[in-house]
């Protein structure tokens, strides 16, 4: 959903906290019993920092491409709509079907989801589905692509539905402070919609369910124990369908917090790595970085509503002959946001990612800390690498414009490297971990 509540865009960059990645079922030997919590690994060998594959480099640098095309694309498509007046004839044949002003903005909104929907299907289509298959990543079927990517359009056309007649019937209720009541009215929904996307949006796509591994929960449980975490918060999620990616991440809010693991992270990572994904994602929990992330989104927020706010009069007065609306405040100017939003996002990425690499390697620290496995850390991220079609240091602009993790080499010479413990120096999160059990026996 992009729109003016970006703050979900946001807590979505930053929620699906991706990592470890696997390689070998067969799984190192386990440490002590016990595990996780209190392991330290005796190899202090520092794991090497893979070359990428071939097929690496040409994912790599063909993302680099599709990234540019997609940047382009989202400001195309909204301004076309936009200047060739077709949003005004859209708003038209929704004011002779709907006539009152609730329905003509509903019949607007949906109508103009279906047209994006149908302009963006190809440049998606290859993006989700047939890049995916022609590099190995994907196991899904086109039917069920298809179908999930008609899903999304309802998700999204009844998010925009429910939330976005707020700020229309304000711009019009009040047009000097309209930007600021949108503002608040935006972070309580994104709010809202944080709240409620694991229990109510995340299960019409995927089965979410208790581990099925009892014995691996248990080494995971007495982990988050240690973290502070209930137990009942981690829930495993049927991926194998669709993907061989590996992940696993923190999303909602409150009483909705959660960890959920793919069942293709459980799969291929040995319990070492796993666990050591594991203590990332509780740091994301533990640290708040939803939240954080969220309140990023409110300030960017809050800026970017002021900026449409004084430059929108402006844009419209210019070109209303080309738009065919002289109000921000009628329902056809809706491509005008989603133009600024995109311009927005692309202006501030580097901003964004920056501060999602910051909380991605604060969790990476919270992980190393509570598990003290550097080297299932390492592996871990090796096999990340391997497997996702990683290279392990990207050029400075994929850094700066698209990069929401460290890079694969960063995180695997941070595991390296990284023992405060072994020093005597204090650590950073040690404080917030609880005492370990001692009746707290590991299963095999
Ligand atoms: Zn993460």
Known sequence: MRSVVALVLLCGALAPASNG????RSGANPPPPGA????????????????PSEKAIQFYRSGNVLWCLRALWELAVP?????????????????????????????????FMAVKYLLDWPLNCYQGFLRQHAYGLSRQSFGRWLGNSLKHLAVDTSGYVAFLWFPYLL???????????????????ALF??????????????????????????????????????????????????????????TGFMGTKRIVLWDTIIAKLNRRELLTVMGHEMGHYVLGHV???????????????????????????????????????????????????????????????????HLEHEADR?????????????????????????????????????ATH?????????????RPWAKGEPLSYEHLFKAARSDKVATP
Request: hydrophobic share 50%.
């Open 171 to 189: 711009m019009r209720k009040c047009p000097q402070r309209w930007w600021l009541h949108s503002w608040l009215a935006a972070t309580a929904a």
């Open 193 to 250: 919609v944080v709240l409620i996307t694991p229990i109510w949006i995340d299960p019409w796509f995927n089965q979410f369910s208790p581990m099925k591994n009892k014995a691996l929960e248990a080494d995971i449980l007495a982990l988050a124990e240690r973290a502070g975490i209930e137990g009942s918060r981690v829930f495993e999620v049927d991926q194998g369908a669709d993907t061989k990616a590996v992940n696993a991440y923190v």
């Open 406 to 418: 460290p890079s694969p080499g960063g995180r695997i010479d941070f595991a390296n490297t990284y």
């Open 21 to 24: 990645q696997i390689a070998s």
């Open 291 to 357: 939240a954080k992330g969220m309140l990023f989104g409110a300030a960017l927020g809050f800026f970017g509503i002021y900026l449409f706010a004084r430059l929108s009069g402006w844009l419209i007065d210019r070109f209303k002959g080309r738009f065919g609306f002289d109000s921000v405040s009628n329902i056809a100017s809706f491509p005008l946001i989603l133009l600024f939003v995109s311009a927005g996002n692309l202006a501030l990425d580097p901003l964004i990612l920056a501060f999602s690499r």
């Open 36 to 51: 996780a919590a209190v392991s330290l690994s005796d190899d202090r060998a520092p794991v090497p920092v893979p070359e």
């Open 79 to 111: 301004a076309a709509i936009l200047f060739t007046g077709f949003s005004a004839r859209i708003r038209d044949r929704a004011e002779r079907i709907g006539r009152r002003w609730f329905f003509v903005v509903v019949i607007y909104l949906v109508t």
């Open 366 to 402: 919270f992980g190393l800390e509570i598990t003290r496995d550097n080297r299932a850390a390492a592996n871990a991220f090796v096999k990340l690498q391997s497997e996702n079609l990683g290279v392990p240091r990207p050029g400075l602009m994929y850094t700066l414009c698209r």
